[in-house]
């Protein structure tokens, strides 16, 4: 079954507040369940779940899912998504103890010990931040560990400002030296504590574990490990054909979680919808609609259309052909 039509509902309260670019309705996935008449032990499936939406939904509608993405980042929203009013009290008792921390002293030496990786601010607030971070990456309860995770790069991104731009999913980086700022550790922690209070606040009271429902997966959707004819139902919103750079537009929480620039580059080059084209992708028969659409936007008069544009189509095409047909492939889906 294909939902065409659906009810659009705002996220409100808490969900608000995670807020992703690229995420799609809580109401499709509600109003996808209710017509399709499945069975409580059913098991959800989303292939590109990016910021849970569907796995969030399934687990208050107390339905197992799966959602896989093939980008580390949006992991960290789909958990936020999954969180209670308790599990945020949780985090704020873990805040308590991390607001205590202290910087070490700036060196040369430390600096080597943990190599710069944010990439718009100085080398000692570099540091600093590393620190706080090892700190929260010692917290030994997973899905803890992601929701402390997610605020922390919430509050990390309020001090990016100066690099942001129109496009809100591009982040610009530091030409030099110069141009880096220094980060401002007083303003992090009252971010950090604002938005945990703010999420808190907002949750719903439940004393059900909706983590548990669902099962969060790092991933390709053209190359899925799961068991023949054990997924009932899929639920999804495929990558957008945009020209969304969803690596540049995760990048703060990618480097948060210590993914490095090759990673990155590879995560820019796989992505279903990436706006990087693989040059070396497999030809691959696609359908006579998909090719008329195509030779329509290679044909047209507008600047970049046989080239960019063209081209740029095609790829997002081809890898959901892959997608589509089951092949495998390391240039994955999101």
């Known amino acids: 079954m294909v939902v065409t039509e659906y009810p659009s509902a705002?996220?409100?309260?808490?969900?608000?507040?995670i807020n992703y670019y690229a995420g799609f309705s809580e109401a499709f996935v509600n109003y996808a369940i209710e017509i399709s008449g499945l069975e409580k032990k059913a098991l959800i499936l989303d292939p590109w779940n990016g910021s849970g939406t569907t796995t969030a939904a399934s687990s208050r509608k107390n339905f197992n899912s799966i959602g896989i993405d093939i980008n580390p980042a949006t992991l960290l929203y789909a958990y936020?998504?999954?969180?209670?009013?308790?599990?945020?009290?949780?985090?704020?008792?873990?805040?308590?103890?991390?607001?205590?921390?202290?910087?070490?002293?700036?060196?040369?030496?430390?600096?080597?010990?943990?190599?710069?990786?944010?990439?718009?601010?100085?080398?000692?607030?570099?540091?600093?931040?590393?620190?706080?971070?090892?700190?929260?990456?010692?917290?030994?309860?997973?899905?803890?560990?992601?929701?402390?995770?997610?605020?922390a790069v919430k509050a990390f991104r309020m001090q990016l400002d100066g690099f942001l731009c129109s496009n809100p999913t591009w982040i610009k980086k530091p030409k030099d030296k110069e141009d880096l700022a220094e980060f401002n550790f007083k303003?992090?922690?009252?971010?950090?504590?604002?938005?945990?209070?703010?999420?808190?606040?907002?949750?719903?009271?439940?004393?059900?574990?909706?983590?548990?429902?669902?099962?969060?997966?790092?991933?390709?959707?053209?190359?899925?490990?799961?068991?023949?004819?054990?997924?009932?139902?899929?639920?999804?919103?495929?990558?957008?054909?945009?020209?969304?750079?969803?690596?540049?537009m995760t990048l703060p929480e990618l480097l948060w979680l210590k993914i490095g620039l090759g990673d990155i580059k590879d995560l820019r080059r796989n992505v279903i919808g990436t706006t990087t084209v693989e040059k070396s992708l497999e030809e691959i028969k696609l359908?006579?609609?998909?090719?008329?659409?195509?030779?329509?936007?290679?044909?047209?008069?507008?600047?970049?259309?046989?080239?960019?544009?063209?081209?740029?189509?095609?790829?997002?095409?081809?890898?959901?052909e892959m997608r589509r047909s089951g092949r495998r492939t390391t240039l994955g889906g999101s």
């Open 287 to 320: 359908t006579p609609k998909v090719r008329k659409i195509l030779k329509s936007v290679q044909a047209h008069d507008s600047k970049a259309s046989e080239t960019y544009y063209y081209k740029n189509l095609k790829n997002y095409f081809m890898k959901m």
């Open 10 to 17: 705002k996220l409100r309260g808490a969900r608000a507040a």
């Open 80 to 151: 936020a998504r999954l969180a209670s009013k308790q599990d945020w009290k949780r985090v704020r008792e873990l805040f308590l103890k991390l607001r205590k921390f202290k910087t070490s002293k700036f060196s040369n030496e430390a600096l080597a010990a943990n190599p710069a990786t944010f990439l718009w601010f100085t080398e000692k607030s570099t540091h600093s931040l590393n620190l706080f971070r090892e700190k929260i990456f010692q917290i030994e309860d997973e899905f803890l560990r992601n929701l402390v995770n997610f605020i």
């Open 187 to 248: 303003r992090y922690l009252e971010d950090f504590e604002k938005a945990i209070d703010s999420l808190m606040l907002n949750a719903e009271d439940s004393q059900q574990n909706f983590n548990r429902l669902a099962r969060l997966q790092l991933g390709s959707s053209t190359n899925l490990k799961l068991k023949t004819a054990s997924i009932d139902c899929i639920i999804s919103s495929p990558p957008y054909c945009t020209r969304i750079d969803y690596a540049i």
